[in-house]
């Protein structure tokens, strides 16, 4: 273990390990200790207007959108989120920027100075979030709940506004086996008369009756505000306003339809032409991503493969069956694009295997197992069986391979696959991290 004698010029590697054994458990739920430590160093209160966004699925595209629009505005905003996939400075952006290493050191030490109980990692770099913010002058603060909402780090705010993007069954343990158990937890970031916006079509009724409680203003998807989409453009339209011929973006729609809502409610002058500038250039990394010319240029290159038959590769972090059935669906839009689909997937062992496989066994017609590492990683022969097992309760027929690694199931698919054919990565942040890895 790390000892205690880190300072700001230790490197930013060391400092995350040390986080890392610094609590006795990875999640810890409570805001005891976290608010003891935000107290001593004056983080509780901000002149910036916050946003919280929970949710089963969505919080990321919705942050990234609600962040683009804004500062687009010109507004200076940050934002907290959660996993990175690559970096953690991923999980902290100013100004749309990551910030480098000695800033989040700086953050650490002077945090590690006025603890005194042990933190959990994400508490300790929500802290550390906290504080850089505190010294950015910020006009808006986005955060990103990391689990659940009302027992979350995050939740030692006071916000200005709660988002709710979706409701679905995800990390039980701790949140409850039912969507009004998860809904109670989520509905957790509401504060008396402060707005709140649910994009959950099917919104729990635990959701609505704390919101009503606390006499929340609410804007309901599917009630106070929807959407439509069309061929190449999509309309959105509340009680108050609409927004014909959007631009078809990035991100899923019903998120990007969320952060629209959300912006009813913002004390900001923000233009039509702002919004739509925005949706065509909004975009988050592992989101349904597909890699670029230069990038499958680069996987080429490092495979000795000629890059004119190289086959679309798309990238998705999903990892519950919520995001599963979007995928699927986000899938069945393009698979007449393709003559075959491949999937590369790793599964951590602790998510519920069948909901995430399921949705996807009718579309990809050949499985590429990789294993994941790590306390919750599990064997490719692991995921393979689990894989089959499904596939067999459900008559569907498959084909699959465990292999030993990230390298060697990407070397197999390529060299099966070809220019008209897609490989689909996906079932974990780990996953969409590993193959990153791989490419640079």
Same mark, same amino acid.
Request: include cysteine; glycine fraction near 6%; charged fraction near 20%.
């Given at each position: 273990?790390?000892?205690?004698?880190?300072?700001?010029?230790?490197?930013?590697? +060391?400092?995350?390990?040390?986080? $890392?054994?610094?609590?006795?458990?990875?999640?810890?739920?409570?805001?005891?200790?976290?608010?003891?430590?935000?107290?001593?160093?004056?983080?509780?209160?901000?002149?910036?207007?916050?946003?919280?966004?929970?949710?089963?699925?969505?919080?990321?595209?919705?942050?990234?959108?609600? $962040?683009?629009?804004?500062?687009?505005?010109?507004?200076?905003?940050?934002?907290?989120?959660?996993?990175?996939?690559?970096?953690?400075? +991923?999980?902290?952006?100013?100004?749309?920027?990551?910030?480098?290493?000695?800033?989040?050191?700086?953050?650490? &030490?002077?945090?590690?100075?006025?603890?005194?109980?042990?933190?959990?990692?994400?508490?300790?770099?929500?802290?550390?979030?906290?504080?850089? #913010?505190?010294?950015?002058?910020?006009?808006?603060?986005?955060?990103?709940?990391?689990?659940?909402?009302?027992?979350?780090?995050?939740?030692?705010?006071?916000?200005?506004? *709660?988002?709710?993007?979706?409701?679905?069954?995800?990390?039980? /343990?701790?949140?409850?086996?039912?969507?009004?158990?998860?809904? #109670?937890?989520?509905?957790?970031?509401?504060?008396?008369?402060?707005?709140?916006?649910?994009?959950?079509?099917?919104?729990?009724?635990?959701?609505? %009756?704390?919101?009503?409680?606390?006499?929340?203003?609410?804007?309901?998807?599917?009630?106070?505000?929807?959407? %439509?989409?069309?061929?190449?453009?999509?309309?959105?339209?509340?009680?108050?306003?609409?927004?014909?011929?959007?631009?078809?973006?990035?991100?899923?729609?019903?998120?990007?339809?969320?952060?629209?809502?959300?912006?009813?409610?913002?004390?900001?002058?923000?233009?039509?032409?702002?919004?739509?500038?925005?949706?065509?250039?909004?975009?988050?990394?592992?989101?349904?991503?597909?890699?670029?010319?230069?990038?499958?240029?680069?996987?080429?290159?490092?495979?000795?493969?000629?890059?004119?038959?190289?086959?679309?590769?798309?990238?998705?972090?999903?990892?519950?069956?919520?995001?599963?059935?979007?995928?699927?669906?986000?899938?069945?839009? %393009?698979?007449?694009?393709?003559?075959?689909?491949? &999937?590369?997937?790793?599964?951590?062992?602790?998510?519920? *295997? $069948?909901?995430?496989?399921?949705?996807?066994?009718?579309?990809?017609?050949?499985?590429?197992?990789?294993?994941?590492?790590?306390?919750?990683?599990?064997? &490719? $022969?692991?995921?393979?069986?689990?894989?089959?097992?499904? /596939?067999?309760?459900?008559?569907?027929?498959?084909?699959?391979?465990?292999?030993?690694?990230?390298?060697?199931?990407?070397?197999?698919?390529?060299?099966?696959?070809?220019?008209?054919?897609?490989?689909?990565?996906?079932?974990?942040?780990?996953?969409?991290?590993? #193959?990153?890895?791989?490419?640079?």
């Amino acid at each position: 273990m790390i000892q205690k004698d880190l300072n700001v010029n230790s490197p930013l590697g +060391e400092w995350l390990s040390y986080l $890392e054994h610094l609590h006795s458990k990875n999640i810890d739920m409570g805001l005891t200790r976290i608010k003891h430590v935000a107290q001593q160093l004056d983080l509780l209160h901000s002149n910036a207007f916050v946003i919280t966004v929970a949710g089963t699925n969505g919080k990321g595209t919705t942050c990234r959108l609600l $962040e683009t629009i804004l500062l687009n505005a010109g507004y200076r905003v940050g934002v907290y989120s959660s996993p990175h996939i690559l970096r953690y400075n +991923e999980r902290v952006r100013i100004q749309g920027q990551e910030l480098d290493d000695q800033q989040h050191t700086l953050a650490f &030490a002077t945090i590690e100075q006025q603890r005194t109980p042990s933190l959990t990692y994400f508490e300790f770099s929500t802290l550390a979030a906290l504080w850089l #913010f505190q010294q950015a002058q910020l006009d808006v603060i986005i955060l990103e709940v990391g689990l659940g909402g009302r027992l979350d780090a995050t939740n030692i705010i006071d916000t200005d506004l *709660a988002i709710i993007t979706s409701i679905d069954i995800d990390h039980v /343990a701790f949140l409850g086996d039912t969507r009004e158990k998860i809904g #109670f937890e989520k509905a957790g970031i509401c504060r008396k008369n402060t707005p709140l916006v649910v994009g959950e079509p099917d919104c729990p009724e635990s959701i609505k %009756q704390h919101a009503q409680a606390l006499h929340c203003p609410t804007l309901y998807r599917g009630k106070d505000f929807n959407y %439509q989409l069309n061929q190449d453009s999509w309309h959105w339209q509340s009680h108050q306003q609409s927004w014909q011929d959007l631009p078809l973006c990035h991100i899923p729609l019903q998120n990007a339809a969320t952060a629209l809502a959300a912006l009813q409610f913002l004390p900001f002058n923000i233009e039509a032409q702002i919004i739509r500038q925005s949706l065509a250039t909004v975009e988050l990394a592992g989101r349904f991503q597909f890699l670029n010319v230069a990038q499958r240029q680069q996987l080429a290159k490092r495979f000795g493969l000629d890059a004119k038959q190289m086959p679309q590769i798309v990238l998705d972090v999903g990892h519950n069956p919520h995001a599963a059935r979007y995928l699927a669906s986000q899938l069945q839009q %393009q698979k007449r694009n393709y003559s075959k689909i491949y &999937a590369v997937c790793g599964v951590l062992q602790d998510k519920d *295997a $069948e909901g995430v496989l399921l949705p996807l066994l009718p579309l990809i017609a050949d499985w590429v197992c990789v294993p994941l590492a790590g306390e919750r990683g599990q064997s &490719a $022969e692991q995921l393979q069986s689990k894989l089959n097992v499904i /596939a067999k309760k459900n008559d569907q027929v498959l084909n699959s391979i465990a292999v030993t690694s990230m390298l060697q199931g990407v070397e197999y698919t390529l060299n099966q696959s070809g220019k008209t054919d897609l490989i689909l990565l996906f079932g974990s942040f780990h996953t969409v991290a590993d #193959f990153l890895l791989l490419l640079e």
